[in-house]
């Protein structure tokens, strides 16, 4: 037998006595030596069987964490539990899996180890078996699987209400994450702080999790927002990860999306100075033009993170930036001669910045010279005032000191404003997700109903009449069986559509005297409406006295289809398959396309009543894309940009009742976002802070969380020296703040 092996102030007689980790022999024998040399401590002294050093660990435990089996046997003969827990609640269980011991686990489990028990911070070993490393992934998926077959739930949730699923994102484990999935986890689970796991993917930049996610969840997660108002975007671009940017905004991330602090994802790229990311942005339709909360532009912010190559790009993009100013006054060149960075303060100056611009701070009034004297940085200083000749506030003309406060004081209300509204469209916003949640949950018995009505109007079209008038089948019927039945009337439609884009000329003048939609004028419109539906359309009618005969014809013919109804379209189609006869079940058909065109004019509406006129080409083409992805058409032969063109070809299809019903419930909605503008949105002040995932190597195994942006959430972090025996105290990791998400 091998000779016992102890620190240098221990003795085979002084079993019992402790070191400055307040371990004991037992610990050391616990952690490699054989089952003789347990035994050989214990005789000298029993009571050390369950001692525990200043971390709470006992011998067994680090029999766990080394993996030494005989031990663990020994110590469960000899009637010591397995349950057992450090003094971060870490059971025997969380050890062995974090440690990558998979036979332990095996063993542990079999003698009854509980593995649906919590540690100090809500984590199961399930959350910690998603990001252990130092091992193969066989032996991970292995103990992965191992604990979900032994347990019957996937959805565990820690302190922060993350799963392992969302651990899994964030680590980028994707091999777990499948699994996971495959097991039945919830692949759209939002945390409390309503950070769903594409936002875990993109925060540490996991593209090949977030490449998977994009093609299995939602899209709405696309555009889900966490207790800041940010979306995946934000992460990405904040954090630099560029391919997960990419990612998302291929699919359909709006690269001008606000937060409740009206930062875009311009405004973070800036602040960390990416310059790739915001070429990125830009290349994907993103303006550099909208200002926070502050009023600031993501210039600003370029000009506060001190990049050179980032401030140049922005000038190019738009010359007009030099100039902006924020809501109290901040200019460009304010900030560069605050940061002291020299460089900057000429390449403003030399642009044409105003070095005597009035900015407000408190009560005082501060030019650039003064900033920079109040800073102490004598360089800038100096170079203003010799160079460009600066002069401080105080030195000022009166007129100009007044006029400049009054400029500063109409921007702050002019951004107070706007943050309400911003605030007001987002708790609109808030509650159609809670509606669109609480549609979902009742989702599959709706489906399964609509199926059972459908299948007994095929097998009895006879009775259907008996059952639902035209107008019931109006509300009660789904947009499903339009699909089917009138793909080929919407498909020709579309050609309808193709012609009325072309007529751009025409439509473009119709849209600057419409902004606001059809019937905004007033509500005599409405009674007007059913003799004016027949003759709207033509204007498509006005043509050139230099074209041809064939166009006027062509025209000619497209006005007279125009004026026919979608029953008479539908006729026309089957007439032309060799039907004489339209059937009742066939009718249906027609209703159900108007009532699928009918919902998508009033959430049209409702869409252009939240957001207004802001960002109204991409609005516009995600409600065509949608529309046309719900209806199995191409996307591409809409060619309409506004939401005057679209909603004025929609509402040609009704027909002459349903343009009327359609009026009256567009009024019905303006009348309802009236009331609500009034209403200010609780303002959510939530700095977001992201923790990186810290790699296991062969020397660090940590028992911690791998994300989190509770501010309440503190994790610590036990480390491992190469034999695994714990070292004195368990370290704190420091949590890293995005710059982009601290106040100005």
């Known amino acids: 037998m091998e000779e016992l092996q102890l620190p240098h102030n221990f003795s085979e007689v002084d079993v019992s006595k402790k070191d400055s980790e ?15 040399t347990i035994e050989k401590i214990l005789i000298k002294d029993k009571t050390l069987i369950n001692a525990l050093d200043v971390n709470g660990q006992s011998p067994i435990l680090m029999s766990v964490i080394n993996g030494n089996i005989m031990a663990i046997e020994f110590f469960i003969k000899h009637g010591v539990s397995v349950d057992q827990y450090d003094n971060e609640r870490h059971s025997i269980v969380h050890w062995a899996v974090v440690c990558g011991q998979l036979e332990v686990l095996q063993f542990l489990l079999k003698a009854g180890a509980s593995i649906n028990t919590p540690d100090l911070y809500g984590a199961y070993p399930l959350h910690y078996a998603t990001v252990i490393e130092d091992i193969t992934e066989e032996r991970n998926i292995a103990i992965l699987h191992l604990l979900i077959r032994a347990g019957n739930e996937v959805d565990l949730y820690d302190i922060d209400k993350r799963t392992p699923a969302a651990w899994a994102a964030s680590q980028g484990n994707l091999e777990a994450l499948k699994l996971l999935i495959s097991s039945g986890a919830d692949k759209h689970h939002i945390d409390k702080d309503k950070l769903n796991l594409l936002h875990c993917a993109a925060s540490h930049g996991r593209e090949q999790v977030l490449e998977y996610l994009l093609k299995i969840v939602d899209r709405k997660l696309i555009k889900g927002r966490d207790r800041n108002g940010d979306t995946p975007l934000f992460y990405a671009a904040a954090f630099g990860h560029i391919e997960c940017a990419r990612l998302l905004l291929k699919h359909k991330a709006d690269p001008n999306i606000q937060d409740f602090r009206l930062r875009t994802p311009s405004h973070c790229a800036a602040i960390k100075g990416n310059l790739q990311i915001l070429k990125l942005l830009k290349q994907y339709g993103a303006s550099f033009n909208m200002v926070n909360y502050n009023g600031d532009l993501p210039f600003h912010d370029a000009v506060q993170s001190g990049s050179k190559e980032v401030i140049e790009y922005l000038y190019t993009e738009n010359v007009e930036c030099l100039s902006a100013v924020n809501n109290h006054g901040r200019s460009a060149l304010h900030i560069a001669a605050a940061t002291g960075d020299m460089e900057n303060v000429v390449f403003l100056a030399s642009r044409g910045a105003d070095y005597n611009a009035i900015m407000t701070r408190g009560d005082r009034l501060m030019t650039p010279l ?44 002019k951004g107070k404003s706007l943050l309400d509204e911003e605030n007001s469209i987002n708790a609109i916003e808030e509650e159609d997700i809670d509606d669109d949640n609480d549609i979902e949950e009742n989702k599959d018995i709706k489906k399964d109903e609509e199926k059972e009505e459908l299948l007994s109007l095929i097998s009895n079209p006879n009775n259907n009449k008996k059952k639902h008038s035209n107008n019931s089948s109006l509300i009660s019927y789904n947009s499903e069986l339009a699909e089917v039945l009138t793909k080929q ?17 025409d439509e473009n003048e119709c849209i600057k005297k419409a902004e606001e939609g059809i019937s905004d004028e007033s509500s005599e419109i409405v009674e007007k409406k059913s003799q004016e539906c027949q003759t709207v359309k033509n204007y498509t009618n006005r043509k050139p006295l230099n074209k041809k005969d064939k166009n006027e014809k062509l025209n000619k013919k497209m006005i007279d289809k125009d004026q026919r109804s979608d029953y008479d379209l539908l006729m026309d189609h089957e007439n032309k398959k060799g039907n004489k006869k339209v059937s009742k079940y066939e009718k249906e058909a027609k209703i159900l396309h108007e009532k699928a065109i009918f919902d998508e004019l009033t959430h049209l509406k409702k869409t252009q009543l939240q957001y207004g006129k802001v960002q109204e080409k991409t609005l516009v083409r995600t409600l065509i894309e949608n529309f046309c992805k719900m209806h199995k058409l191409p996307v591409e032969q809409f060619k309409f940009t506004t939401f005057y063109s679209w909603e004025k070809f929609l509402y040609e299809s009704l027909t002459d009742q349903l343009k009327i019903l359609y009026l009256e419930e567009r009024e019905r909605i303006q009348n309802v976002n009236r009331n609500n503008a009034g209403n200010k949105a609780t303002g959510i002040s939530f700095d977001s802070k992201i923790r990186n995932a810290t790699p296991l190597n062969e020397k660090i195994r940590e028992l911690g969380k791998i994300y989190s942006t509770a501010s309440l959430s503190s994790i610590g972090n036990t480390y491992l020296p190469h ?18 998400y601290k106040d100005k």
Do not use: W
Not at 22 to 36: E, I, P, Q, T
Not at 489 to 505: C, G, R
Not at 723 to 740: F, Y
């Open 489 to 505: 009337l919407v498909e020709d439609s579309i050609k309808h559509a193709q012609i009325m884009s072309d007529i751009s000329d």
């Open 723 to 740: 034999n695994r025996i714990p070292l004195k105290k368990n370290n704190q990791k420091a949590k890293k703040s995005c710059a982009c």
């Open 370 to 413: 003064d900033i920079a004297e109040n800073r102490n940085h004598e360089d800038v200083a100096n170079f203003l005032r010799t160079v460009h000749r600066a002069r401080r506030a105080s030195d000022m003309p009166e007129k100009i000191r007044r006029s400049s406060l009054a400029s500063i004081e109409r921007q702050s209300s």
């Open 22 to 36: 307040g371990r004991v022999a037992l610990h050391y024998a616990a952690a490699s030596s054989d089952v003789d």
